[in-house]
């Protein structure tokens, strides 16, 4: 293949051996993100301690969870709480999710006064409270309304407005073939697929074929999302599908070091880094939720930090005396008794944590999510 002939998927890559530089930077409209890693929004999991520690480990591009459009007519919904946006987790995607272009260009109009450098909306979740509600992956079966909730949030502000969606409904549909063109028609300056079906919800394998599909199809980048959990595998898919940065959900868990993984860095974390990733994430958790909510929302990270130190029959007691303790300082503490030097660590990470004003996004964080 010569240079001239070098067709559109395999833009910035290094041929002969089809590496994609993951630190290269990029553009989204005119929005530059700096590398090819972007952290997924998922509810229930992507607050901000999640997205600030993904800048950290080498996402260029982190997202909110969704937040809900129907709160802005009735603010009875259950909620998280509400949306804070601190000055080191730009670029930052909001996501927004709902049926009524009106109500979209609304909530769209609040993200971009709140700060946001994109507005992500979600056609991508198959939970039934939410495309009961006509949002969601629903969406992707009605194209018309699709685009025009695409139309007036694009109209609606200046910054760039993303699209993030699953390859249909069913098993085996190939939708997001034929909604993808006409929402970048619509105004969406980029699409992540997540080239799962609503039903398959995450069972089965993300069939990134769609994803090389789409790229060819459309003239914006293209986000891959779905099963990429290494370096190798987000290698393999930017190479083979063209799209422009990898989506990593999962697998960031309780592990951004999957993230520097995926960007080169090969250090296995040491016990003591694993325990104070951990209680920053307690602290700026608590500080965001406050106490009562955190200490049930954070039950689930013990586990999936745990994990990061090895064989589950050393961590597996540790973590069910976590899970058991009634106060976050007691976590703390039994956790500083399993890793003592982690202060240390600990304390360096808070000094080099920006201060600074927070702007707080007056939209409910969904309970519900998924995409
Ligand atoms: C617990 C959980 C919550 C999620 N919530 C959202 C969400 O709110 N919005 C969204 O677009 N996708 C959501 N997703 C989908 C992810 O963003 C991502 O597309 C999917 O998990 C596939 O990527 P992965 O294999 O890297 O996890 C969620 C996924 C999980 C596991």
């Not at 609606?156 to 993303?162: E, G, W, Y």
């Amino acid at each position: 293949m010569t240079a001239d002939n070098v067709k559109l998927p395999f833009r910035g890559y290094d041929l002969p051996s089809m590496q994609v530089d993951l630190r290269e930077s990029w553009l989204i409209g005119p929005v530059e993100i700096p590398t090819r890693l972007v952290l997924a929004p998922m509810a229930g999991v992507s607050v901000q301690a999640f997205r600030r520690q993904g800048r950290r480990f080498g996402a260029g591009l982190v997202c909110s969870e969704m937040v809900s459009c129907a709160g802005l007519s009735h603010r009875n919904e259950k909620t998280l709480g509400y949306l804070r946006i601190a000055a080191d987790e730009h670029p930052l995607a909001v996501q927004i999710f709902g049926g009524e272009p009106g109500v979209m260009a609304e909530a769209a109009r609040m993200v971009e006064d709140a700060g946001a450098d994109l507005v992500d909306i979600n056609f991508g979740c198959p939970v039934r409270k939410v495309t009961k509600t006509g949002a969601g992956a629903t969406c992707l079966d009605e194209p018309d309304r699709a685009c025009r909730i695409v139309e007036a949030v694009a109209e609606a502000i200046s910054i760039p407005v993303s699209v993030k969606m699953r390859r249909g409904i069913l098993n085996g549909s190939r939708t997001c073939l034929d909604v993808g063109p006409r929402l970048v028609e619509a105004g969406a300056a980029t699409l992540t697929l997540h080239p799962r079906s609503a039903r398959q919800m995450y069972t089965g394998e993300a069939d990134h074929s769609l994803t090389a599909e789409l790229v060819e199809l459309v003239d914006v980048p293209v986000i891959a999302s779905g099963d990429i959990v290494s370096r190798a595998k987000a290698q393999t898919v930017l190479a083979t599908t063209g799209a422009e940065a990898v989506m990593v959900g999962r697998a960031a868990q309780g592990n951004p070091w999957a993230l520097s993984e995926i960007m080169g860095e090969n250090d296995d974390p040491t016990r003591e880094e694993v325990v104070a990733e951990l209680v920053l994430f307690i602290r700026e958790t608590v500080r965001e939720l406050g106490e009562h909510r955190a200490t049930g929302f954070l039950k689930k990270f013990y586990g999936w930090y745990l994990g990061q130190l090895g064989a589950r029959r050393i961590t597996g007691p540790l973590k069910q005396e976590l899970v058991q303790l009634a106060t976050l300082a007691e976590v703390e503490q039994r956790l500083f008794v399993a890793a003592p030097g982690a202060r240390f660590v600990l304390e360096r990470l808070e000094d080099e944590l920006p201060q600074g004003d927070e702007v707080l996004l007056d939209l409910p964080i969904s309970i519900y999510g998924g995409g």
